[in-house]
């Protein structure tokens, strides 16, 4: 009986290619994701094949780098308030990281529990109350104004200045029992993503080079990184093929 060596198909090479350039420019990435970016780039390729082909080269998602003196804790997921559509509930929370000098960059995030966007990464020196009323005000003329507002209950997020706003504007607060970083599961998630594909991985000279860094993986994250709970797309509205929202008025 004459068996058949199988013969690799034509676009075998190619694609093989593609998975180990992405696999190096997205070092945190896993084969999942690396299909996505491939399905985004017009591959018509099943997720198992990828998973081949990636044993296949040894590639896998090296070990966490160490982290410079500041933990955070597993993500979590808290559903007493399940979001249930767009703008129903933003979450927002505060990382930190330094510059080489050792001086403190403290970085405020804010996404939509629901899309899954980031809508804002803010860094800065220092960051006050008036700023946060600030950075909501000018995500909330172009995207709309939500419902609920979750976050701990740091200084600035219980400042009466920006419960007062916020009470203003028909939003609601939702504040997490303190010591208890799992109820804010979803910023907190976005946070160990923050930290673990950028942060970690990144020495910041100046406040003005964080910031620009910052940014770029922000567009990236939102109109190119697949999500698992999104079916592996990005998730901005543009990228997904929905409609933008008009803009709203917000007063100051």
């Not at 200045?161 to 907190?188: M, V």
């Not at 080079?209 to 770029?216: K, T």
């Not at 994250?221 to 999500?227: F, G, I, L, N, W």
Request: proline share 8%; charged share 30%; hydrophobic share 35%.
């Amino acid at each position: 009986m004459v068996r058949y060596a199988p013969q690799p198909r034509e676009d075998e090479p190619p694609l093989r290619q593609a998975i180990i350039r992405l696999a190096g420019q997205y070092g945190r990435y896993g084969y999942r994701q690396i299909t996505g970016l491939l399905w985004q780039g017009g591959w018509d390729i099943s997720r198992s094949r990828i998973e081949r082909i990636w044993k296949q080269e040894g590639l896998r998602v090296p070990q966490k780098q160490p982290k410079r003196g500041r933990l955070w804790l597993a993500d979590g997921s808290c559903m007493r308030l399940r979001p249930l559509h767009r703008n129903h509930v933003w979450s927002w929370d505060f990382v930190m990281d330094r510059t080489d000098d050792g001086r403190p960059i403290k970085i405020l995030t804010l996404i939509d529990e629901y899309t899954k966007e980031s809508l804002a990464i803010y860094p800065a020196r220092r960051i006050r109350a008036n700023d946060v009323i600030d950075i909501f005000a000018d995500v909330m003329i172009e995207r709309g104004i939500p419902e609920h507002i979750r976050s701990d209950n740091g200084p600035e997020m219980v400042a009466k200045s920006l419960r007062r706003w916020l009470d203003n504007l028909g939003t609601k607060t939702i504040y997490i029992e303190p010591g208890s970083p799992w109820e804010n599961g979803f910023c907190e998630s976005f946070n160990g993503k923050l930290r673990n594909e950028l942060l970690n991985g990144e020495i910041f000279y100046t406040l003005r080079e964080a910031q620009v860094l910052i940014e770029q993986w922000r567009q990236h994250y939102k109109r190119v990184r697949p999500h698992s709970a999104l079916g592996y797309r990005p998730p901005a509205p543009e990228a997904r093929g929905l409609a933008l929202a008009p803009r709203t008025t917000v007063p100051n």
